[in-house]
């Protein structure tokens, strides 16, 4: 199993930005089911080669960030429902989560990645909760 972490590149972040990390799901079959069957307790994802998403079938809300070639943010949604779809056409990976008050990226910023690794305990360190909304989500 691999792993990607990135941080957010933002104007707002100057220094401190937290490392956020993911799995990564690239084959057809693991880019299918995603974060379907899994409870809010499951490790953040992303499905590479990836322009749209959907949430049916999900039995909670997702944090979502559709990202292009280069790490720019081009949709962000925070807490999205089950039975929605979100699609960027300029989108080339997909970054979800189950919703969380945790760091999130927004449209405008950018996503470096840190590092990959096939060790899921160097995949990032915990979240604090935020005291305040992190940004306003920005999507349908």
Do not use: N
């Not at 792993?3 to 993911?22: A, D, H, R, Y």
């Not at 925070?78 to 989560?97: D, K, N, Q, V």
């Amino acid at each position: 199993m691999r792993w990607m972490c990135v941080q957010i590149e933002s104007k707002v972040v100057e220094q401190g930005s937290p490392t956020l990390g993911f799995r990564v799901l690239s084959s057809w079959a693991e880019r299918l089911v995603g974060l379907l069957g899994t409870g809010p307790s499951a490790p953040p994802v992303v499905l590479m080669r990836c322009g749209s998403i959907h949430t049916y079938g999900m039995a909670y809300p997702i944090d979502v960030a559709l990202v292009g070639r280069h790490g720019e943010v081009l949709a962000s949604v925070r807490a999205l429902p089950p039975g929605r779809i979100l699609s960027h056409a300029a989108a080339y990976c997909a970054f979800e989560r189950p919703a969380s008050p945790c760091p999130w990226p927004l449209v405008g910023e950018a996503l470096r990645v840190t590092s990959l690794s096939f060790d899921s305990d160097r995949a990032a360190q915990p979240c604090a909760v935020l005291p305040d909304p992190v940004g306003k989500a920005v999507g349908p």
